[in-house]
């Protein structure tokens, strides 16, 4: 059973900090990697992906990969309250080449005024 | 170009009975997957079907089926409803590498 861990919540920062969010995974040989972010009674919606060890960055989200630490986490820059969501972390089956994830349970983010 | 669609929006039902959930996928995508998620946990995995085979099952019981259409759109169905089968059911579309794009969901309940 693969598994998926994610740093605890709640999160909470202020407007404007930036946001750590934490994510470690068991299968060594993972390649794929996905953060989600899911707003209350929505579904989730795919912000980053990441295949490489480093940095990815897009816009205010920078993802991080180190494959041999088995680690990877997001970056939220200039937080907002926009931002107060549940992000979920999940990596893919290294068996699928067609999309099938394992999730974490997601860390709650608020950002306050 | 339209995303991922899914219904009905919200669903309820009583225990033992059963349920029929549509989807259908982003224009060319070939994949459909169906996720169960529970208040507070992360999606599971519960079957992938791709060109209208089954391409992997998680770990639930046999009372989940699914099937995929020429069309690529896909139906989930559950038999013998529980109180512990309510969740909100995902289906999601992906092409190869590209990770899963995720449906609104559908709301189910079990009274």
């Known amino acids: 059973q693969k598994e998926v861990e994610q740093n605890s919540g709640p999160l909470s920062v202020p407007e404007g900090a930036i946001a750590s969010l934490n994510c470690t995974y068991s299968?060594?040989?993972?390649?794929?990697f996905f953060w989600y972010r899911q707003y209350s009674g929505k579904s989730p919606e795919l912000i980053m992906s990441?295949?490489?060890?480093g940095d990815k960055e897009d816009g205010r989200f920078t993802a991080q990969l180190n494959k041999a630490s088995q680690y990877v986490s997001l970056l939220i820059r200039d937080s907002q309250p926009s931002d107060s969501a549940t992000y979920l972390c999940?990596?893919?089956?290294?068996?699928?080449?067609?999309?099938?994830?394992?999730f974490g349970r997601g860390t709650q983010l608020t950002v306050w005024p | 170009d339209a995303g991922v669609t899914q219904s009905p929006t919200h669903l309820i039902k009583t225990r033992g009975q059963q349920v029929t959930l549509r989807c259908s996928p982003i224009?060319?995508?070939?994949?459909v997957s169906w996720y169960q998620q529970v208040l507070g946990q992360g999606p599971q995995f519960i079957f992938q079907?791709?060109?209208?085979?089954?391409?992997g099952r998680g770990n639930f019981p046999d009372r989940f089926s699914a099937r995929q259409f020429p069309n690529y759109s896909s139906e989930l169905n559950v038999n013998a409803l529980l109180l512990g089968d309510s969740a909100l059911y995902l289906c999601?579309?992906?092409?190869?590498?590209?990770?899963?794009?995720f449906g609104p969901g559908t709301r189910l309940t079990v009274t």
């Open positions: 079907y791709y060109e209208k085979e089954e391409r």
């Open positions: 999601a579309s992906s092409f190869p590498g590209g990770g899963e794009y």
């Open positions: 224009s060319g995508h070939k994949s």
């Open positions: 299968d060594r040989v993972s390649q794929s």
């Open positions: 990441i295949y490489s060890n």
């Open positions: 999940a990596v893919e089956d290294r068996g699928s080449t067609l999309g099938r994830l394992y």
